[in-house]
């Protein structure tokens, strides 16, 4: 049989079939692989824009002395719209309505500050804040075509034409869609941070938009700060973000525009310990602004641990007496709604040391809410933003009579054994039209009798301290007195980390400076016992009688205990608190130290604590404001304890809180808790109160 192919000539096919495969297969992986990655590259190269930005640290905790934790960070997830992005599209209100209407869906709190109503007929809103009306007028500033007189209907109308919103857009999702696209105008105009939409927005929100994926809607991280007690928020201070002029500052330490810092109390204080290190992200969007890849290029750095000198429970007590004293006050019937207590303050000291232990004013807020409610407290007559503590001053009244006797015994004006009777009236000066009492006169209609420096002390005579301050007068001059306040450490700063104000003692240049008077024997009298133009803040008060109970040392104070690593293992910083030295005529203290014992415990006008079971040393201070009601007197009152041990020293003002006798019991409360119910706490290593 006849055969019709060759063997070698089928081998032959196969190999050529077998090449041009191969050929045609390299042709179509090089087509598919190569050239197809090449494009995808050069379309990405065109098509995306990359940029760093930066990866915001954890903050470090704040704790007080016992690792008792009282602020903390968790992550929070912010939309943010690109503002870029959304104006290179031409369904930006289609795509802000459709947002705002999933806000409003899941109960979200966006951002929208444009002070007009929300549904027709438009006005502005009655009350409107500072804040938006001075943004506001930047904005009509802005625009040529734009009068500040305008009406809010006429406004509206004039922005749906100038953001593009035609007839069909109903006047309600118009409002929605201006409200947000006012928002994004307003951050070029008056150079505001970038615009958040919705700050620490939940999961089902955040899931939605990972969804929905909507052009230029982007979410980003951030530290928020969270809040484990309702109590020391002027101590502790908030954190926000950076305005324009502290960006300034901020950036040439490795600032991010978009960083939080601290913004007063220890937050601020202690910020560049609290702040960390961020680290940076490179994010690549495509050209209708979704985010394609987030690459971590440098990892943050946490923030180190703040620990503070204050026990939070005492911290409690103080907050919650002065409260309770000051809702008291106010329930007297004789008080109308202008006599009510404004305002007041504690300080709580060790001795020893010049740590402060507690540091309260009133009226206070809560941290957690208070940027929510920070116009309320802003426009507040009360000033709770204002921390009395450490910036608001105060005359001693009575509490300033230790003063006195400390410069009529360095002198050797008096010693322990002068005496003098107290008629109850001082009548040098009767000629010249001027009679002086002492309070004991208008109980009495008498004096204390013979009086020496203790027994004045505990007496609270001010009969004897006329005389004293009239002699320093005549012996040493006017500036006796105050040479002897100055070494207490008024008119200067105590060195607490906080802001604080240097207070005033009065002294002749500060008559003729700020009134162009001279200073007359009127006003040597009357300083004497407290009034004239002394004006202290209450730390300074406290760190005075600390040093008379410490025998003489004036502490720097502060409010630190010392600063740990983000992992607490090791110890950063400690407290810087050196003393400033020793006061002049220290030797002299016992003395005085005795006539403060003898005022709590021997019937003088601090008798509350004779049956205390701790020994207390005291003097009660009230200060006259008024002509016509003694109710309307504040109360002064300071104090340490233990008299013969001291530990911790105690200041006490309330504005018309009546008398330092009237708001002693808050002392009480405080001591109670100091030397009584004061637990022993146990820290763990990981920083844990163990029961």
């Known amino acids: 049989m006849q055969k019709y192919y060759k063997p070698s000539r089928i081998v032959l096919l196969f190999v050529v079939m077998g090449l041009l495969i191969a050929v045609y297969m390299t042709a179509l992986y090089k087509l598919q692989i190569f050239d197809t990655a090449a494009d995808e590259d050069a379309w990405l190269a065109k098509n995306t824009t990359t940029k760093t930005v930066p990866l915001t640290a954890d903050r470090g905790d704040i704790l007080d002395r016992n690792g008792v934790k009282l602020v903390t960070t968790r992550a929070a997830y912010n939309v943010m719209l690109s503002r870029e992005t959304l104006l290179d599209r031409d369904d930006i209100n289609d795509i802000i309505l459709e947002l705002v209407q999933d806000a409003v869906d899941q109960d979200v709190d966006y951002t929208d500050t444009f002070p007009v109503t929300t549904g027709a007929p438009f006005t502005y809103i009655s009350d409107m804040t500072s804040t938006q009306e001075k943004n506001l007028k930047a904005y009509f500033d802005y625009f040529d075509d734009l009068n500040e007189n305008i009406s809010a209907s006429d406004l509206i109308v004039w922005m749906k034409d100038h953001y593009g919103l035609d007839y069909t857009t109903s006047l309600p999702d118009a409002r929605l869609i201006i409200g947000v696209r006012y928002e994004m105008e307003l951050r070029p105009i008056v150079g505001m941070n970038p615009y958040i939409f919705a700050g620490d927005v939940g999961i089902d929100f955040l899931t939605l938009l990972r969804i929905k994926n909507p052009p230029g809607v982007n979410i980003e991280t951030s530290a928020v700060r969270v809040y484990h007690t309702k109590y020391a928020a002027h101590l502790l201070g908030y954190i926000g973000l950076l305005s324009p002029e502290e960006y300034e500052v901020y950036k040439e330490l490795g600032y991010s525009y978009s960083s939080t810092v601290g913004k007063g109390g220890v937050e601020l204080a202690f910020e560049e310990y609290l702040h960390g290190t961020d680290g940076e992200q490179e994010v690549t969007t495509s050209d209708n602004g979704t985010v394609i890849d987030v690459t971590t290029t440098e990892e943050p750095s946490p923030g180190e641990n703040v620990f503070l000198s204050i026990d939070i429970g005492l911290q409690e007590v103080c907050e919650d007496s002065l409260a309770a004293k000051i809702d008291l006050i106010n329930l007297d019937s004789e008080r109308t709604e202008e006599d009510r207590v404004t305002g007041g303050a504690v300080v709580v000291l060790d001795v020893n040391t010049g740590e402060v232990l507690a540091s309260c004013s009133y009226p206070t807020y809560d941290l957690a809410n208070f940027t929510k409610n920070f116009n309320d407290l802003l426009e507040n007559k009360s000033k709770p933003l204002w921390n009395r503590a450490t910036q608001g001053t105060y005359n001693p009244g009575s509490t300033f009579k230790m003063v006195t006797a400390l410069a009529g015994l360095r002198t050797g004006t008096i010693d322990a054994s002068s005496t003098v009777e107290c008629t109850g009236k001082f009548t040098k000066y009767e000629d010249k039209g001027f009679t002086y009492y002492c309070w004991i006169h208008g109980v009495t209609g008498g004096g204390h009798g013979v009086e020496n420096v203790a027994t004045a002390l505990r007496d609270s005579c001010n009969y004897f301290f006329y005389w004293l301050g009239d002699l320093l007068r005549e012996t040493y001059g006017a500036d006796a007195l105050s040479s002897a306040a100055f070494d207490f450490g008024f008119g200067s700063k105590t060195g607490i980390e906080l802001p604080e104000v240097t207070g005033n003692v009065s002294t002749p240049e500060y008559k003729t400076e700020e009134f162009g008077e001279a200073w007359y024997a009127a006003d040597t009298i009357i300083m004497s016992i407290g009034q004239g133009y002394n004006y202290f803040t209450p730390i300074q008060m406290a760190n005075y009688v600390a040093t008379i109970a410490n025998g003489?040392?004036?502490?720097?104070?502060?409010?630190?205990?010392?600063?740990?690593?983000?992992?607490?293992?090791?110890?950063?910083?400690?407290?810087?608190?050196?003393?400033?030295?020793?006061?002049?005529?220290?030797?002299?203290?016992?003395?005085?130290?005795?006539?403060?014992?003898?005022?709590?415990?021997?019937?003088?006008?601090?008798?509350?604590?004779?049956?205390?079971?701790?020994?207390?040393?005291?003097?009660?201070?009230?200060?006259?404001?008024?002509?016509?009601?003694?109710?309307?007197?504040?109360?002064?009152?300071?104090?340490?304890?233990?008299?013969?041990?001291?530990?911790?020293?105690?200041?006490?003002?309330?504005?018309?809180?009546?008398?330092?006798?009237?708001?002693?019991?808050?002392?009480?409360?405080?001591?109670?808790?100091?030397?009584?119910?004061?637990?022993e706490v146990t820290v763990s290593e990981d920083n844990a109160i163990l029961p």
């Open 552 to 679: 003489g040392t004036l502490h720097s104070l502060t409010i630190l205990s010392n600063i740990r690593s983000a992992d607490f293992t090791s110890v950063v910083k400690e407290a810087d608190n050196e003393a400033f030295g020793m006061i002049e005529g220290s030797e002299y203290l016992g003395i005085i130290q005795e006539g403060m014992k003898m005022a709590a415990s021997e019937g003088g006008t601090a008798s509350l604590f004779k049956d205390y079971p701790v020994s207390v040393a005291a003097k009660t201070g009230t200060v006259q404001t008024s002509q016509d009601s003694e109710i309307l007197n504040d109360g002064v009152f300071v104090c340490y304890a233990p008299a013969d041990d001291p530990e911790i020293a105690i200041s006490l003002v309330v504005e018309k809180g009546t008398s330092g006798g009237t708001i002693m019991g808050i002392a009480e409360d405080i001591m109670n808790y100091y030397f009584k119910n004061k637990a």
